[in-house]
């Protein structure tokens, strides 16, 4: 009996000076003093946070992906593509470091870097720059892009401009249409085109998306096709045929899908080559495309 209520003062003692959180329940003489488990002590640990389960479904997804574009790679020519969705903040790459021709899709960069030049002279670009960029981005005129090049150096210019952009997988070439990038390389650039932290200012921002987002009718092909009614996409394609290539096509499109809720808010490129012809590299990188969203589910 002494022993028992010695017990019952000692855990009470220390539930007491503990601050509490035990709770000891039917102590008798004839308990022994065996204390039964506190409430709670069975319970199971919590399982995963919702974030974690919105991971790992973002990861099966992405798994179905590359699946998907295995079998489109088993029977076409070669080509990459990256996707970033700003609003989740996952990215997804196929391919994504190969490298490419530009093609045209490089005149979206020669545009980031002439608004660059404009702003770092504290200036608006001018009748003369925006006579030449606008053509450029919506008709993919090509005097047009030789002559902007090389009124903003060049070369040796947008390499510079590509390290302000962040672009660490392009290659630029003194013949425009010859740069090297990749597809996630592109992807950086169309976030960069929109970051509200990243070089380009809000009035240069809105500028290359009204250009890219009001291309010609012959050019609106691409990143357009993912979009559903209602959401806007911006776009600038690239295709060309190269001697080393036999003749045979390249063919790109990068640009960006978003919605006025803003739950859909991506960047995506494509990029291709070896194509038989340009109708069906279109074909190509509009699959490539649809490929995305319909297993990221963007």
């Not at 608004?115 to 090509?142: F, H």
Request: proline share 3%; charged share 25%; net charge neutral.
């Amino acid at each position: 009996m002494r022993r028992s209520r010695n017990l019952i003062i000692a855990v009470a003692a220390a539930v007491i000076l503990g601050g509490g959180g035990l709770i000891v329940l039917g102590l008798t003489d004839d308990d022994d003093g065996v204390l039964p488990a506190a409430i709670g002590g069975n319970a199971k640990p919590a399982g995963p946070s919702a974030e974690e389960l919105a991971k790992r479904e973002r990861a099966k997804r992405a798994k179905a992906l590359d699946a998907a574009l295995k079998q489109v790679a088993a029977e076409t020519p070669d080509f990459s593509v990256a996707v970033l969705d700003k609003k989740t903040g996952q990215t997804y790459a196929y391919q994504g470091a190969e490298t490419f021709d530009t093609a045209s899709i490089v005149k979206a960069q020669i545009l980031a870097c002439e608004l660059l030049k404009a702003q770092d002279a504290d200036r608006e670009p001018t009748e003369g720059e925006m006579a030449l960029a606008t053509p450029m981005i919506r008709a993919s005129d090509n005097n047009a892009t030789t002559e902007l090049f090389q009124h903003l150096g060049g070369k040796s210019a947008i390499t510079k401009c590509n390290k302000r952009l962040g672009l660490s997988q392009t290659t630029v070439n003194k013949a425009w249409g010859l740069t090297r990038t990749t597809a996630s390389d592109q992807v950086r650039l169309l976030s960069k085109l929109v970051d509200t932290k990243g070089p380009l200012d809000e009035e240069s921002r809105k500028t290359a998306f009204t250009l890219m987002n009001t291309v010609n009718d012959d050019q609106n092909w691409g990143v357009p096709a993912v979009a559903q009614p209602g959401e806007t996409a911006t776009v600038k394609n690239g295709w060309d045929t190269r001697s080393a290539d036999g003749g045979l096509w390249a063919v790109n499109t990068i640009g960006r899908v978003t919605s006025p809720e803003g739950d859909v808010n991506v960047s995506l490129a494509v990029l291709s080559h070896n194509n038989q012809s340009m109708d069906t590299g279109i074909a190509l990188v509009e699959k490539v495309a649809k490929l995305t969203r319909t297993h990221l589910k963007y």
